[in-house]
C-alpha cells in the first residue's frame, strides 16, 4: 500500500471516529438536549455523568408514599421549594403555566414542598400565592433537599420518559418561556 493510500485510509478513519463522537445518540435515544439549551434554557447545567431519578420517598396530595425513581415513564419538571424560600415563590407562577400548556400523561411539573408542613402547608402556601393546576407533593423530612441539591432551594431537575436527569439549576428560572416549551414539547416526544 502506498504511502498516499495508508494516509487517506487512517484519514476516514480519524474521521468515523471523531464523527461517532460528535454525532452519537445520547443514551436517551434522542438527539441531546444541547439544541434546546438556549434562551433561559442555556442557565441550566446538564450533568457530566448520567444521573437517574433517586429512591427518595414523597407524598402525593393523598398522602400516599412514592419512591421518586417510580415516577419515570413521563417527561418531568422536578422541583424542590418551601414556603418560606423567597425565590421558590418567584417561579412558582411559571412552573403552574409550564403545567397548564404541557401537563399530561407525559409530561407533569413535580414541584415538591420540603417543608415540615408537608401536604396541607403546600395546598395552603400554592393557595396563599395564586397558584392554580400544580399537583401535590411533599417530603417534610427535607433530606431530598440536602440529598439532591445540598440544601439549597429552589432546585429543578429537567428528566426525560427514562427517568435520566438531563439537566438541572439552582435558582428560580422562567421556565414557561418558548424555548423552555421547546425542551419539554422534545422531552414528552422522547426526541431529546
Not at 37 to 43: H, R
Not at 44 to 61: F, G, R
Not at 80 to 99: S, T
Not at 155 to 180: C, H, M, Q, Y
Amino acid at each position: 500500500m502506498s504511502k498516499t493510500t495508508l494516509m487517506a485510509v487512517a484519514l476516514v478513519g480519524l474521521l468515523a471516529v471523531v464523527g461517532y463522537g460528535v454525532f452519537k445518540p445520547s443514551s436517551s435515544g434522542g438527539a441531546g438536549i444541547e439544541p434546546y439549551l438556549v434562551g433561559e434554557m442555556a442557565k441550566l447545567t446538564v450533568p457530566a455523568e448520567t444521573q437517574m431519578l433517586s429512591d427518595h420517598i414523597i407524598m402525593d396530595a393523598a398522602g400516599v408514599p412514592k419512591k421518586l425513581s417510580a415516577m419515570k415513564g413521563r417527561a418531568m419538571l422536578i422541583n424542590l421549594w418551601a414556603p418560606w424560600c423567597a425565590p421558590c415563590r418567584a417561579e412558582m407562577k411559571e412552573l403552574a403555566n409550564l403545567q397548564h400548556e404541557l401537563g399530561g400523561a407525559d409530561f407533569e411539573v413535580i414541584a415538591i414542598n420540603v417543608d415540615r408542613g408537608g401536604i396541607r402547608q403546600a395546598e395552603e402556601t400554592l393557595k396563599e400565592w395564586g397558584i392554580e393546576g400544580l399537583g401535590l407533593y411533599a417530603e417534610p423530612t427535607m433530606a431530598i433537599a440536602f440529598d439532591l441539591a445540598e440544601g439549597a432551594l429552589p432546585t429543578s431537575f429537567v428528566v426525560d420518559k427514562n427517568g435520566e436527569i438531563r439537566a438541572l439549576f439552582l435558582g428560580p428560572l422562567a421556565w414557561d418561556k418558548p424555548e423552555g416549551l421547546a425542551l419539554f414539547e422534545a422531552l414528552k416526544k422522547g426526541e431529546v
